[in-house]
């Protein structure tokens, strides 16, 4: 199993990014997607979520109307467009397969993590 992380950069703030997660060694379509971030000295906590069919998305309220988590089962791989960053959406960003759907949060495979700095 492996999910490979891609896309993260040193940005200026109001600028965009878009992160990638390429799945391999799992029936991909079948499990829900997330994005994760985490912050030096904070907690991990849940920024974007799309279930298997990808008709629904859910999102942290801090990135609501700036974030956009999609899908593309054929290519095993889901995306997170990101506009609009500010310095507090600086972290390391992970990617998690979770096959419970949403009823079990933060189990299943996890990648390794992208670092997204947003500063001028």
């Known amino acids: 199993v492996q999910l490979v992380e891609s896309g993260g950069d040193l940005v200026q703030p109001g600028g965009s990014l878009r992160l990638s997660c390429a799945a391999s060694?799992?029936?991909?379509?079948?499990?829900?997607m997330n994005w994760y971030r985490q912050a030096p000295g904070k907690e991990r906590e849940l920024v974007a979520a799309?279930?298997?069919?990808?008709?629904?998305?859910k999102y942290a309220d801090s990135v609501k109307g700036r974030f956009t988590i999609s899908r593309d089962n054929a290519k095993n791989t889901v995306y997170l467009q990101m506009n609009s960053l500010k310095s507090e959406d600086t972290a390391v960003y992970y990617c998690?397969?979770?096959?419970?759907?949403?009823?079990?949060?933060?189990?299943?495979?996890w990648g390794q993590g992208t670092q997204v700095t947003v500063s001028s």
């Open positions: 799309i279930l298997s069919g990808g008709g629904r998305t």
């Open positions: 060694g799992f029936t991909f379509s079948s499990y829900a």
């Open positions: 998690n397969a979770n096959p419970t759907g949403w009823a079990v949060e933060g189990v299943g495979h």
